[in-house]
Each structure stands twice: as C-alpha cells, then as structure tokens.
C-alpha cells in the first residue's frame, strides 16, 4: 500500500501563491495516476486536479483552471500543486491521492490511497 504525505499548507492572502507537495513512499510510483482533492468546512470532498502516470495528462474542476497547476516528479516520487491566485473559497483541507494503474480520475472511488491531508487558509 503506498504511503502519501502532502506538505506545503498554510495561511495566505487572496491572490497570493502556494505550492502543495505530496511524496509517495512507493518503488512503483510511475504506476499511479494522482489526484488532488479538497474538502472545505461543512462541504463534501471534492476534485481539484489529477495528472495521468506519465504527467502527459491532465483534469481540473472548472473553479481552478487557469489559476492551478498540476506536475508530478517520478524521479522524486512526488506530485504537485501549484496554486497561484488563490481565493478564500480556495480554503480547504487539501488531499492527494494514489490510482493504481489508474487513468486521472476525478472519482473519489477510483483511488487507492490517501494522504493525511493539509491546510489551505485564504483570508486576509
């Protein structure tokens, strides 16, 4: 079972920048498709972003295109999201997550593994 730590949360100010980083304890990271989602107070869980296993390709929810970006590093086993013009609707509790063998998907139910999660605060 892959283990996931992300890193990277904290307290920021509208339109300021974040890059969150999540690092996979596997020997078989390039076999997964990776996925960000997002759960703010009170909300469900949602998608934000997901990246196929080669990184050629990607998905985001329709509230963070252009403002996010998604990468991975298969030689560091890491994946990535750039989060730049953040808004205080962007707050949330920010999970990555593992799909083995899997093609990005924006399904909860299709991942395999979770991180324990970081905090994304936007306010001024």
């Known amino acids: 079972q892959v283990q996931l730590v992300e890193s990277g949360g904290g307290l920021v100010q509208p339109g300021d920048s974040l890059r969150l980083s999540c690092a996979a304890s596997t020997r078989t990271f390039s076999r997964y498709a990776m996925g960000w989602f997002r759960q703010a107070p009170g909300e469900e869980r949602e998608f934000v972003a997901s990246i196929s296993w080669r990184g050629s390709t990607t998905y985001y929810t329709d509230s963070v295109k252009g403002r996010f970006t998604i990468s991975r590093d298969n030689a560091k086993n890491t994946v990535y999201l750039q989060m730049n013009s953040l808004k205080p609707e962007d707050t949330a509790v920010y999970y990555c997550?593992?799909?083995?063998?899997?093609?990005?998907?924006?399904?909860?139910?299709?991942?395999?593994?979770w991180g324990q999660g970081t905090q994304v605060t936007v306010s001024s």
């Open positions: 997550a593992a799909e083995r063998e899997g093609w990005a998907s924006s399904r909860e139910s299709s991942y395999d593994a």
